[in-house]
């Protein structure tokens, strides 16, 4: 698929897929007769996985550290899995940390609501 239909599939713009490129976070995209990109399902996946590493605040230093192990092979599959952990130990602590947030909220919404005068 070309970049235009590719942008459409992964919800991200042009632009940013020319970022990932530049980044190394989308190597050996292949190249139709043309010369243009011609993106791969697998291609779609990967973008879909960086697009939840984002979403979930991991560095993106990290998440070129993965792409770099990722595009070694299989000999950095426990090197890939640590950093998954590390950031899912941090991830986890960041929703404990909004869990509280969201609790101490809602009792201050209660303690007004008490204090309104009844109509």
Not at 24 to 34: E, H, V
Not at 69 to 93: C, I, P, V
């Amino acid at each position: 698929m070309n970049i235009k239909q590719f942008s459409q599939l992964s919800g991200i713009s042009s632009h940013t897929i020319r970022y990932y490129e530049k980044l190394g976070l989308l190597r050996s995209i292949r190249r139709n007769s043309s010369g243009y990109r011609d993106f791969s399902h697998d291609d779609l996946v990967w973008v879909e996985f960086i697009k939840r590493l984002k979403d979930t605040a991991m560095p993106l230093k990290d998440i070129q550290t993965y792409a770099r192990l990722r595009f070694e092979g299989d000999a950095t599959l426990t090197q890939r899995m640590d950093l998954l952990k590390q950031h899912a130990e941090q991830l986890e602590q960041k929703i404990n940390n909004e869990r509280d947030n969201l609790q101490k909220l809602k009792l201050k919404i209660a303690h007004y609501k008490k204090r309104l005068p009844v109509k």
